[in-house]
């Protein structure tokens, strides 16, 4: 079936740190692939996204690479800043009409100063 | 602006009891979606509405029902038959069933059964 793999956390970081959390997927198809954040007590933002193979996406200093070969996304940022605490979410979609987002267990990031 | 608005933010059910979860959308998106949240879980699906008047199940439907007849709104019905509805609850809507676009969410209702 179609699933998504994250690191469990929580990672631990201190200010300006670098940043890594991996994420795999298993897809039937060329998914499109996503990351979200979500702060305490909110809904989930969308950070980025990649819809192809070797596609980049990127925002706010955060980056994630579509590898279609390792079948991976793994979010990445150079320097971590206390604000980025909070919970990130891969998913994936297929793209087909008829089916949903497909969301990771989510990793617990927190950065103190 | 346009965007998702859940309510209540946070609920309180009797066991027994069911309750009804909104959530209303001002972005003239065709899809929507429920979603719930447990710790250490991620988000399950519960159902989701591509048009107006159409609805599926998502991977944990049972004791939750839904309606559609508006595309602005989504409610959530939680059931007396769902066994353990303690949770945090998500609504999110897309521009098309495809979701390739990324999805917009609500700021969730937390539901509690005392």
């Known amino acids: 079936g179609n699933s998504v793999t994250q690191m469990e956390g929580p990672v631990t970081l201190s200010e300006e740190a670098f940043l890594t959390i991996n994420c795999t997927y298993t897809a039937t198809g060329y998914p499109s692939l996503f990351w979200y954040v979500q702060y305490p007590g909110e809904g989930l933002q969308l950070l980025l996204k990649a819809t192809k193979a070797d596609d980049k996406g990127s925002n706010k200093g955060f980056e994630a690479t579509y590898r279609k070969e390792t079948t991976s996304f793994h979010l990445e940022k150079g320097s971590v800043q206390v604000s980025d605490s909070a919970v990130y979410f891969c998913?994936?979609?297929?793209?087909?009409?008829?089916?949903?987002?497909?969301f990771g267990k989510g990793t617990t990031l927190s950065v103190s100063s | 602006d346009g965007g998702i608005t859940q309510s209540p933010k946070y609920l309180f059910r009797k066991e027994g009891q069911n309750v009804t979860l909104s959530c209303e959308q001002n972005l003239n998106h065709d899809a929507m979606y429920w979603y719930r949240q447990d710790p250490g879980q991620g988000l399950r699906l519960i159902y989701y509405?591509?048009?107006?008047?159409?609805?599926q199940k998502g991977d944990i439907a049972e004791g939750y029902s839904v309606s559609r007849e508006k595309k602005e709104s989504f409610p959530l019905t939680v059931t007396s038959a769902q066994k353990n509805p303690t949770a945090f609850y998500l609504c999110?809507?897309?521009?098309?069933?495809?979701?390739?676009?990324?999805?917009?969410f609500g700021s969730g209702t937390r539901l509690t059964v005392v």
């Open positions: 509405s591509q048009i107006v008047n159409d609805f």
């Open positions: 999110a809507s897309s521009r098309s069933g495809q979701g390739a676009n990324g999805y917009t």
């Open positions: 998913a994936l979609t297929l793209n087909q009409a008829g089916t949903a987002l497909i």
